[in-house]
């Protein structure tokens, strides 16, 4: 065996082991988050697209994903859009020059999911936090009818303290409990908030 020969096989390991995919490396507990979100709030078809570019290297048309899937290009596109709006792809578009249209090539950013994650956490805790400052600056009054609404003193005291709907008699209505189950909420989300921040962090 020639030093040759030597030098030429390691040479050949190197290609193959630099032959790992360019793709984001995102952990098996980001892609199911992805997987999840997306069909929860987008749903089926646009899980089936996110799938496809999850498997792809890099970037792909909505025409190749079109003939993947069988599924016709103005859904495709559709689904495509829906992933844009939801900051999880982008696309870049270049003008063919035989036909002069667009080709949009698109690109999933699956590791932007954490994001998405906490800021949809985020959201809600302070619409939790709103709808308790609301309930704590607020006297609120009620003619204890069930499918009439409850008001805020300035209403009762515009309404001669008479309901709207039924005209029966307002009367204090006591929101201790309600106040009690929007901060016992907000300290559960907080928590949740702070585990999958954890996770996130342990695992990137
Ligand atoms: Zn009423």
Redesign the pocket.
Known sequence: MSKEDVSKSGENEDVSSSKMTSKINISERQRQTLIEVVDDIAGEEVKKVTLVLLNVDEETTDEEISEKLDMRLNQVRKSLYKLYDLQLATFRRIRDKSTGWFVYFWTLHPERIDMFVEKKQQEVLEKLQSRLDYEESNMFF????P??PRVIFQEAMDQNFE??????R?EAFDNEQLITVLKEKIVELEEIKDKTQKIMKGEK
């Open positions: 009620t003619c204890n009818n499918e009439c309901c709207d709907r039924c005209g029966g307002l």
